[in-house]
């Protein structure tokens, strides 16, 4: 059974704490992100390598599996988000339907060796290329097709939203150490 699609427009989470996983966009420097996004992958190695991480514990929630695959694609995507902010002055950045790419990639029966891999490889070019930007890229802008705006800064904060809350979608961890 597929999942109801997400519709909500996350970005609030640049403004405010998220009450469901902690995060704090005020707590979060830039240099902080490839860290953080590293630390992510260790976790995922984790529970990709456990039992029964293709089972969901209800209709409305993807399994383990299904956000491991997921989280490897917000990898990838940002990462192209982000080269095009940095090559292009002001780039639309496309709309990605995640709901629609985890039924057509069947994210639910996908090898958890082959996505844990991808998943890391994919994590540890966006923390690399986080890493590289200078300082005075991180004012350059992109803009999605729904009209929401980002800086290179603030695409970094609400990426790694997202990497932290899938964290506490498949472990309940809250803690995010920013130190």
Not at 117 to 128: D, F, P, T, V
Request: proline fraction near 6%; charged fraction near 30%.
């Amino acid at each position: 059974m597929p999942i109801v699609p997400d519709t909500k427009n996350w970005t609030w989470v640049l403004e405010r704490a998220c009450p469901e996983c902690g995060f704090d966009p005020d707590a979060i420097d830039y240099r902080d992100v490839p860290r953080l996004t590293r630390e992510a992958i260790d976790v995922w190695r984790q529970v990709l390598a456990g039992d029964g991480i293709e089972a969901r514990p209800d209709d409305a929630t993807w399994s383990p599996l299904e956000y491991g695959a997921h989280t490897r694609d917000v990898f990838r995507i940002m990462l192209a988000r982000l080269n095009l902010m940095l090559v292009l002055v002001d780039p639309e950045l496309l709309n990605w339907d995640q709901d629609e790419t985890a039924e057509l990639q069947n994210y639910r029966a996908q090898d958890p060796a082959r996505v844990t891999a991808e998943l890391a490889a994919a994590g540890n070019a966006i923390a690399e290329a986080f890493e590289l930007v200078p300082d005075a890229d991180l004012g350059r802008t992109g803009r999605r097709t729904d009209g929401s705006r980002f800086t290179v800064e603030t695409l970094a904060k609400y990426f790694v939203h997202d990497v932290v809350h899938h964290r506490w979608d498949v472990t309940r961890e809250r803690a995010v150490s920013v130190a």
